[in-house]
Nanobody, 118 residues
Framework: QVRLVESGGGLVQAGDSLSLSCAAS????????MGWYRQAPGKQRELVAT???????NYGDSVKGRFTISRDSAKNTASLQMNSLKAEDTALYYC????????????WGRGTQVTVSS
């Protein structure tokens, strides 16, 4: 079965940087979109960044210019480099995988916590 495992979360101070990684396994489709979403207590889950198998990227407005998503095809991983972190970035960050061609499958990881102190 498909499995997504996030890593890299932690506690940092405002202005610091963190890098998250998502390791995907158990899928064989060639066209997909991987990405990161986050959810803070009492708030809706929101887009952070996505990247397709064709390397098209998309970012949420609140992280543009600060976060960068990348992909490693050989390792089936998606990374998120987060710079200039703010307290409002505090959330549980989830990895997502969505098939783009050949079906409508979507998968989620369990999440990794990012906490930014002021």
């Amino acid at each position: 079965q498909v499995r997504l495992v996030e890593s890299g979360g932690g506690l940092v101070q405002a202005g610091d940087s963190l890098s998250l990684s998502c390791a995907a396994s158990g899928f064989t489709f060639s066209y997909y979109r991987m990405g990161w979403y986050r959810q803070a207590p009492g708030k809706q889950r929101e887009l952070v960044a996505t990247i397709t198998s064709g390397d098209n990227t998309n970012y949420g407005d609140s992280v543009k210019g600060r976060f960068t998503i990348s992909r490693d095809s050989a390792k089936n991983t998606a990374s998120l480099q987060m710079n200039s972190l703010k307290a409002e970035d505090t959330a549980l960050y989830y990895c997502n995988l969505r098939r783009l061609i050949g079906g409508t499958s979507e998968y989620w990881g369990r999440g990794t916590q990012v906490t930014v102190s002021s």
